[in-house]
Nanobody
């Protein structure tokens, strides 16, 4: 079992940067691929980024490619999402999730564990 807690959300101006973190508990963290998803009010939850269990492979949604970077520290049981050049349309609640797959996946139904989310608001 994996429990996830996100942190680091907040209010930032367009063009700014923010890093959100996800702290995991459980002994098997390194055996899970991790993903970040986001959900804006009135919209479906969408894929943002994913990273394989080893950290060797990463995947991004086209809308964030080149601006966001996902990383993980298995020793500290943490996953990070560094967000640069933020836009108002990036405003959403950001959720981290854990999948038993070795590689990352864009499919939210492949993730078994979810955090409670952290709000990111980008002002124009």
């Amino acid at each position: 079992q994996v429990q996830l807690v996100e942190s680091g959300g907040g209010l930032v101006q367009a063009g700014g940067s923010l890093t959100v973190s996800c702290a995991a508990s459980g002994r098997t963290f390194s055996r899970y691929a991790m993903g970040w998803f986001r959900q804006a009010p009135g919209k479906e939850r969408e894929f943002v980024a994913a990273i394989s269990w080893s950290g060797g492979s990463t995947y991004y949604a086209d809308s964030v490619k080149g601006r966001f970077t996902i990383s993980r520290d298995n020793a500290r049981k943490k996953v990070y999402l560094q967000m640069n050049s933020l836009k108002p349309e990036d405003t959403a609640a950001y959720y981290c999730a854990a999948s038993p797959r070795v590689a990352g996946t864009r499919d939210l139904y492949e993730y078994d564990y979810w955090g409670q989310g952290t709000q990111v608001t980008v002002s124009s």
